[in-house]
């Protein structure tokens, strides 16, 4: 079956631009994550739903982060005003049930801040 | 605070040449360990989960095991298509659901 796919694949950004990015989750599933990786490094939790509820977003570095997922399906993460720090690969993540099982992972969108 | 440290961060192998990852973890009760593999450019594809200290699983030729500091990953006569870099991650008790990753052992397997 379908897995998470994310859009757009890349994105370059110039510094102070807004940017989008959307995740697909797998059909039905509950929760649904998003996550930051740096290069080298393993990702980084930002926030988490389960259905259209925000329960987590502990892991947003700053209020220019936001993310929504207003009908328990497709999410999207917004970055307002841009800065080169944000550039990192975004990860979305979704998950069948709402703990203690694997998260699946689509493959990610890489933002550029110019 | 969950953590997770994973070594080495490097691994060279020549084909058929066995070794191990290893993943050390400190959580607040471990809900489940997880392994994944993540090639150039694609996102982390699921191996393992393991629960509790004893545990053992099996694919291929992977095999991880797990304790109650550390979990290792063993590959047995790996070949090419092996190379990727292995994320070991950890959901505790604490953390609300997500999992909190290492940074990762990138392994290249040389024919």
């Known amino acids: 079956g379908a897995g998470v796919s994310q859009s757009p ?3 370059v950004a110039k510094r102070g631009q807004d940017v989008a990015l959307r995740c ?4 039905g599933h509950v929760s649904l994550f998003w996550y930051q ?3 080298g490094q393993g990702p980084e939790f930002l926030t988490y739903f389960q259905n259209e509820a925000q329960l987590d977003k502990s892991g ?3 209020d220019r982060f936001f993310a929504e997922r207003p009908e328990g399906s497709v999410s999207t993460l917004k970055i307002q005003r841009t800065q080169q720090e944000d550039s990192a690969v975004y990860l979305c993540a979704s998950r069948p049930g709402t703990s203690g099982t694997e998260q699946y992972f689509g493959p990610g969108t890489r933002l550029t801040v110019t | ?9 490097a691994l060279r192998l020549q084909e058929g040449e066995s070794s191990s990852l290893n993943c050390s973890y400190t959580v607040s009760g471990l809900r489940g360990l997880f392994w994944y593999r993540q090639d150039p450019g694609k ?3 699921f191996l393992f989960t393991l629960y509790s200290a004893g545990e ?3 694919k291929e030729r992977l095999k991880a095991t797990l304790t109650k500091k550390e979990s290792f990953l063993h590959i047995t006569a790996p070949k090419p298509e092996d190379s990727a870099t292995y994320l070991c991650a950890v959901q505790g008790e604490g953390s609300a659901r997500q999992l909190t990753f290492g940074s990762g052992t990138q392994l290249t397997v040389l024919p």
């Open chain 2, 1 to 9: 605070e969950d953590q997770v440290t994973q070594s080495p961060e």
């Open chain 2, 43 to 45: 996102g982390p594809e």
């Open chain 1, 24 to 27: 697909d989750p797998i059909s």
């Open chain 1, 37 to 39: 990786q740096a290069l």
């Open chain 1, 60 to 62: 947003l570095p700053s």
């Open chain 2, 56 to 58: 053992e699983k099996e």
């Open chain 1, 9 to 11: 694949r890349y994105k």
